[in-house]
């Protein structure tokens, strides 16, 4: 049988972490979505050409490129989809929107404020010409964060006055964890604040439908220098005490204070070195009718109290966010089956192709990743000075 559906055809770039998370998405949206596109797996591109080929060969890309350059001539590629460190995104993801394709860009969506104004301007521009670009803040599109922002946006909260967000992992506790380019301010531009700051301001900002307006931070490295590994070291483990160390150039942990411009106060922290939580992503935001609360180590569960309900027999609820009801989950297994990490990355690629064909702008644009990076700017300069900084929202 043929497909009738036209191919979109996918260039993407890089092909470690984010790379493979990628590739499963662009292999699975198609299985179990009918999208109205079909996209093609056209090329992988990464400067080692071998293990860009055992990637190729490991997700079914069709053919390698060395240079990002050779995919914009390409008439075979539709999409650019950015999965490198972000010294590169603004240079790769500008020139692509020039070339008429459309970038799913990763987070966050630059090293710096000017190269984010860059990229939204350029986004603008690409627009017009029906040419469409958004950011991968993948954690919006795990459904209990879906059903906590529709909850929030039926009135179910009331007004908004808490916002309490977290992302805690453990994989720099040990000193001997070897350096990777994460913690290489050239390269990723900043430490936990970026990495994974990022992830919980865009949650806080989409969850509750409101923009940071200032904030107050402090920024702390633990351990000043690791062990040399290469470039292909991966998130955490231990290298010999005796190995060669350089220097860590980003922050190991961030903590902020912030103010929303509808008059809610939020406390932030982003740790590296939070010991034994591996990936607790929490949010928990307190209304005038409600509260809700969200944990990545329970991804599938949404915690909701409904504070008009008779006291007597109130509490927190635990629902089980696994019903066709619920974003997203139609399409996956029977309730209660459970989704994990990797389906928040083919969520993002399904609403891309969706809003592609339907000439929609997606969601989180450039802008929505330009006003983040407005926030991780106000933090570091905060941390720096010891001031209140406002983010400009
Ligand atoms: C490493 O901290 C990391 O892989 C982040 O870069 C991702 O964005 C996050 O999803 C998981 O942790």
Redesign the pocket.
Known sequence: MTDARTDLGIGMVGYA?MGAAHSQAWRTAPAFFDLPLHPRMAAICGRNEDAAGQVALRFGWESVETDWRSLLTRDDIQVIDICTPGDTHAEIAIEALKAGKHVLCE?PLANTVAEAEAMAAAAADAAKNGVRAMVGFTYRRTPAVALAQRLVAEGRLGTIRHVRAQYL?DWLTDENAPLNW?LDKDKAGSGALG??GA?IIDMAQFVTGSQIASVSGLMETFVKTRPIAGDHAT?GGSSSSDAERGPVTVDDAAVFTARFVDGAIGVFEATRFATGRK?ALRLEVNGSKGSLAFDFEDMNVLEFFDRTEDPAISGFRRIIVTEASHPYIAAWWPPGHGLGYEHGFTHQVVDFVNDIAAGNDPVPSFADGLAVQRVLDAVAASADDGKTHPTGA
Do not use: E, G, S, Y
Request: hydrophobic share 35%; charged share 35%; no cysteine.
């Open positions: 972490f987070k992992q994460r990495d994974i992830h998130l990936n």
